[in-house]
């Protein structure tokens, strides 16, 4: 036996031993091809090499020791699995000779995983299957799976929404308890709230929305006066009829958000509630929150207060008629009549809406108007048509009346001191900042003393290469090197538009985030103590509004491959990102978006990271430039369409290519 001391000794060495090598935890992510990366805890990716990602599933944490390979470059070694993730997942049910497999619907995981004889359910070749890891490849190098449950194949009619709504746990019905709980609200419940609540049913408020939307979260007021204009923006009150903790209240914040996949909604309230009982729905009493806000004649924001209100909207309107009754220059089918209570309002409400739209852009930032589409679907939920959706002139209505309400919240919250919900965004990627700023010090003068990480400094650069046409480029280089917005517990300067601090209570039928928001305001109204929203609950919304998000993408860049793999005609696109690979491009016709392979094309093309533009000897190519491209293929695994150039672009590129070799031998 040995003695204390030695053990003690032993175990001193084997810390020691581990201290001198270079261990580090981090978390699997996968590629397209064999390899893998493992992203560190200190945000470093190393390389994991074929033999290695073999053993691990992406979004496993793993320990592993930090190497060099014989050409001295580092690389991972997996050391140890310390947390597996995927448990259950989708994909599609494969068979090689006898052999049964599933191809999983996984990010980065570009292997089939074997299926035993007694876990296959019957499943056939093509079905598509929702499986469980039964065997982590961790030990063996080789994973298992179980069929749970078969979904359908390629020809069930509506498969693209069901198998995502299957892949993402997205519920599309509502508990026993829901149901229940449903059947005693009505309208008697609204009239039980109304107690201690502005009584606005007379002003005559509108409603402004597509003309199918029935979950209606918002109605508008505006009127003049000696100091511009006064703004009334009404909101619906979900909160005042949806009591803390009941089932109700479980559901929408399970679900965080409706979706809306094409043909259907999968909401977050139920039907009875955002269509109905909290909607603000024409010509009946419903329950809401108004934030009043005097906007001056230059359109800045001066004083404003949020009230408990009940309100009766006077009409609903589509974003088409509100726009034919302001504009002589729109043509509408629209035969509406415009009740003659809300007429003085819409005048003041393009006139308010105009105002700020013109103040934000002199003092603040806004986005660029990019082109919407709509995707209409034939019997078979396929694709039968997609169309440009414009933004009209009752959308910038809506929009900046949104966004000064908005900003009045954000504000409030902010003065009360207390954790909430606030939206973040941190403007140029970390990772880009010393480039860019470097980019731009040198090319635009006056800006060559400007630090990109401070707000004001920020809105300054962009506004300079926004509004000059000769920095266009650099604007659009910018644009494309942003980080992307997040959600924050504490008020936090918001760079793409220029705010010290956002948020959103606007959509509290749809968000969870916006639901939440309207309780602590609750709260602080009634002068009642009020739950704060922490960062862990904020991550499992994020992680929530990620999956709907995904699931939304997934099943129209499905239905997208499905209807460009018929549709061989060439079309116009715009360069929308360049990489050291290739371009992403979207068509001008229809927004679908693919990718160019420049490894596909003839010669070699060098990247530019700093105006992100690809150039080769024939061709070159930028952010935004207008080519002709075809489809060449679908990748069917990963739903993604490739593009290759026209034929008449590749003659021409060909041509000048062959012009460049002839004059270098001519001057050699």
């Not at 805890?41 to 014989?70: F, T």
């Not at 050391?79 to 259950?88: A, C, F, I, Q, W």
Request: glycine fraction near 4%; charged fraction near 25%.
């Amino acid at each position: 036996m040995l003695k204390l001391d030695t053990l003690n000794q032993l175990k001193q060495l084997k810390t020691d031993i581990k201290a001198s090598r270079n261990i580090e935890n981090g978390t699997v992510k996968g590629s397209a091809h064999k390899f893998g990366f493992v992203t560190l805890d200190s945000g470093k990716d190393v390389y994991l090499p074929p033999d290695e990602m073999q053993k691990v599933l992406p979004g496993d944490r793993v320990e592993v020791e930090i190497i060099k390979d014989a050409k001295k470059k580092k690389m991972a070694k997996i050391e140890r699995l310390l947390e597996s993730p995927t448990n259950v997942f989708c994909g599609k049910y494969v068979t090689k000779g006898k052999t049964h497999f599933v191809e999983p619907d996984i990010p980065g995981l570009s292997r089939w995983l074997f299926i035993p004889p007694q876990k296959r359910k019957n499943a056939k070749a093509q079905d598509l299957v929702k499986c469980r890891i039964t065997q982590h490849p961790f030990k063996t190098g080789n994973a298992q799976a179980s069929v749970i449950e078969i979904l359908g194949n390629d020809k069930v009619v509506g498969i693209e929404r069901s198998y995502v709504c299957s892949k993402y746990d997205i519920s599309t019905q509502w508990n026993d308890q829901v149901e229940a709980q449903l059947e005693t609200l009505g309208e008697t419940t609204i009239e039980a709230k109304k107690a201690g609540r502005d009584d606005l049913t007379d002003t005559p408020f509108i409603t402004i929305d597509a003309e199918s939307t029935v979950d209606m979260d918002d109605a508008l007021y505006a009127t003049e006066n000696d100091q511009g204009w006064m703004l009334s923006v009404a909101i619906a009150d979900p909160c005042a009829l949806i009591e803390t903790d009941s089932a109700i209240e479980k559901s929408a914040l399970l679900r965080a958000t409706s979706i809306y996949f094409p043909g259907e909604q999968v909401p977050m309230l139920p039907e009875k509630l955002a269509g109905d009982l909290c909607s603000l729905v024409e010509n009946k009493d419903r329950l809401a929150k108004v934030m009043n806000i005097q906007v001056t004649t230059d359109g800045a924001l001066g004083e404003y207060q949020l009230s408990n209100a009940v309100i009766r909207s006077r009409q609903k309107l589509s974003y088409n008629e509100v726009s034919a009754h302001l504009s002589t220059d729109i043509s509408s089918d629209s035969t509406a009549e415009i009740d003659e209570t809300v007429k003085p309002s819409l005048a003041c409400l393009q006139a308010v809406s105009e105002a700020l739209l013109q103040w934000r852009k002199k003092n603040l930032l806004t986005q660029q108007n990019r082109a919407e589409f709509s995707i209409s679907l034939d019997e078979n939920q396929k694709i039968s048509g997609i169309t440009e959706r414009p933004a009209t002139l009752a959308h910038k209505i809506v929009e900046e009346s949104m966004v000064a309400a908005n900003r009045c919240i954000a504000e409030l919250l902010a003065k009360s001191g207390q954790e909430s919900l606030f939206i973040t965004h941190n403007g140029v990627r970390n990772d880009r900042l010393e480039a860019v700023q470097k980019v731009v010090r040198d090319q635009v003068a006056e800006c060559e003393n400007v630090d990109l990480s401070i707000l004001n400094d920020f809105v300054q650069v962009m506004s300079t290469v926004s509004s000059a046409e000769d920095l266009k480029p650099l604007h659009l280089v910018m644009s494309r090197q942003l980080e992307k917005s997040r959600q924050t517990s504490n008020p936090a300067p918001h760079f793409g538009m220029g705010l010290k601090q956002y948020t959103t209570f606007t959509s509290p039928l749809r968000k969870a985030n916006d639901y939440l928001i309207h309780k602590q305001l609750s709260s602080l109204k009634d002068g009642k103590p009020t739950a704060s929203i922490d960062a862990k609950q904020l991550a499992k919304l994020e992680l929530k509004l990620q999956n709907a998000r995904g699931a939304v993408f997934d099943v129209e860049q499905w239905l997208k491959c499905q209807f460009m793999v018929k549709n061989k005609e060439i079309y116009q696109a715009s360069v929308l990102r360049t990489f050291s690979t290739g371009f992403q491009v979207r068509l001008l016709e229809n927004g679908i978006e693919g990718f160019v392979s420049t490894k596909e094309m003839e010669g070699k093309y060098s990247f530019n990271q700093d105006q992100l533009s690809l150039t080769g000897k024939a061709m070159s190519f930028k952010l935004d430039q207008v080519i002709e491209v075809r489809v060449k293929q679908i990748d069917w695994s990963r739903k993604q369409i490739q593009f290759e150039l026209s034929e008449k672009l590749s003659a021409e590129a060909a041509v000048s290519e062959n012009i460049v070799v002839e004059e270098t031998k001519t001057e050699a």
